[in-house]
């Protein structure tokens, strides 16, 4: 047998460990989306105090406000209220980046599960042992 093939059950050869195959390739991006979706979910759940921080620091200054505290002191409660409030816009933002990500590399895994599984399994299932990659290569 090839130095470039290892010998599988039912004889049926396999590629070298490094090189993808269909069934590496749908693994891949099914865990990539995966992780990708917890990692959405966490910022989500990490940044939605913030929020909450940011609405208790403009009522503190609404407070000092009616309460005659000095304007500068009040400027700057609104001041991180703001920016407090843009973390939480700038986090939403690359948690729906990531959510969509996360969806298109599940899609792209289904996607390729559907076009190059029977093509998988025809080459898991024929009875003759397939040739070195590179008779393979379309480039």
Partial sequence: MSSDLVQRPLGTPALKADT???????RALAAAGERLRILAETVDAIYESVGGGAEDVTRL???MARED????????????????????????AMADALADLSGQLTSTAEQH???????????????????KPGFYATH
């Fill in 69 to 92: 505290v000095d304007a500068d002191t009040i400027a700057g409660y609104y001041e991180a209220a703001g920016l407090m409030g843009g973390a939480l816009d700038a986090a939403n």
């Fill in 20 to 26: 993808p195959t269909h069934g590496s390739v749908v």
């Fill in 113 to 131: 599960r559907r076009e190059y599984g029977p093509v998988a399994e025809a080459v898991r299932s024929m009875p003759v042992q397939m040739a």
């Fill in 61 to 63: 200054a609404d407070q």
